[in-house]
């Protein structure tokens, strides 16, 4: 019989599902939380997607398997999609310029119109590193600081001054995504680590006279949870040698949110205002 995942939390056998398995691998569909959280009896974790993030976690079932698996990661061979709605904050003046993936020009990522200056493609390749003065986070640098890093992005869908991205890391470093994000000015929603601690995406903002309050009762936000998720890994198959694509739908409030918010993207209200300022703990380190 293949080893069986456990759980710390008995809530999370629920959340959590099984995509592939097979006598050599096994990769669920996690929510957003902890890696540490999430416990496999007798198999190994072959790479560390972002925590926050919910969506694919490869395991490995046999020594062979794990260190075939691991060997891809570590080689920057694995194709990884995630996606992320993200928060579009207006440019300052002083706001480092990331480069288009068309290049090496440089576009300014903000406008009077938040999300009109984003490029539809652009590439982020600042150096990543711990930051020294809050431990646990990480800070971005233009050079010379942290590790090398590059990640891809496409937008998606606009809406207004939140947009949805696809996200493609070319390398593996702690928080990555999210750094690059922040440090662009184009915070993940829902971040309490890099990003605006109380920007929340309404249905209210978007629909006019929406009456899905009661009384004095908050509007609850339509994604609650970090809003990073692996959507797609593609690699070699430790056995067979042959690629291997995996999918993880987007969460259910991810759905519900892009199905609403292009509905009603024309009747936009309190969204086409610039974003919040950031907590000063929040704010991203650029050096």
């Given at each position: 019989?293949?080893?069986q ?13 099984i ?5 050599s ?21 072959v790479?560390n ?10 395991f490995a079932k ?22 992320a709605?993200c ?15 068309g ?6 990522l ?14 982020i ?6 930051d ?6 990480m800070?971005?640098f ?27 890391p ?66 070699r ?13 987007l ?12 509905k009603?993207?024309?009747?936009l209200?309190r ?8 907590n ?8």
């Amino acid at each position: 019989m293949p080893p069986q995942l456990s759980f710390l939390a008995p809530v999370r056998t629920e959340q959590s599902k099984i995509v592939f398995e097979d006598a050599s691998l096994v990769a669920i569909d996690k929510p957003s939380g902890e890696l540490a959280a999430l416990v496999a009896d007798g198999l190994r974790r072959v790479h560390n997607p972002d925590p926050a993030a919910s969506g694919l976690l490869v395991f490995a079932k046999t020594k062979r398997a794990l260190d075939f698996l691991s060997g891809q990661f570590q080689s920057k061979s694995v194709e990884q999609i995630y996606h992320a709605f993200c928060v579009v904050l207006p440019e300052p003046a002083d706001r480092p310029r990331c480069a288009t993936s068309g290049g090496d020009t440089h576009m300014s990522l903000g406008g009077l119109d938040p999300s009109a200056g984003v490029p539809a493609e652009f590439a982020i390749d600042w150096w990543i590193g711990s930051d020294r003065e809050a431990p646990g986070r990480m800070r971005a640098f233009r050079r010379n600081g942290g590790e090398p890093a590059l990640s891809e992005f496409r937008v998606l869908e606009r809406f207004g001054r939140f947009a949805f991205l696809e996200c493609r890391p070319r390398s593996n470093r702690r928080h990555q995504l999210r750094v690059h994000l922040a440090a662009a000015g184009l915070p993940v929603l829902n971040d309490p680590t890099y990003g605006l601690l109380d920007e929340r995406l309404l249905l209210s903002d978007f629909k006019r006279g929406y009456k899905g309050v009661k009384g004095s009762e908050a509007e609850r936000p339509m994604i609650t949870q970090v809003a990073l998720h692996v959507s797609g890994l593609t690699l070699r198959h430790p056995d067979s040698g042959e690629a291997l694509t995996l999918h993880a739908s987007l969460p259910k409030p991810f759905e519900v949110a892009l199905r609403n918010l292009k509905k009603y993207r024309g009747s936009l209200t309190r969204c086409q205002r610039s974003a919040r300022p950031m907590n000063a703990f929040a704010t991203p380190r650029l050096f």
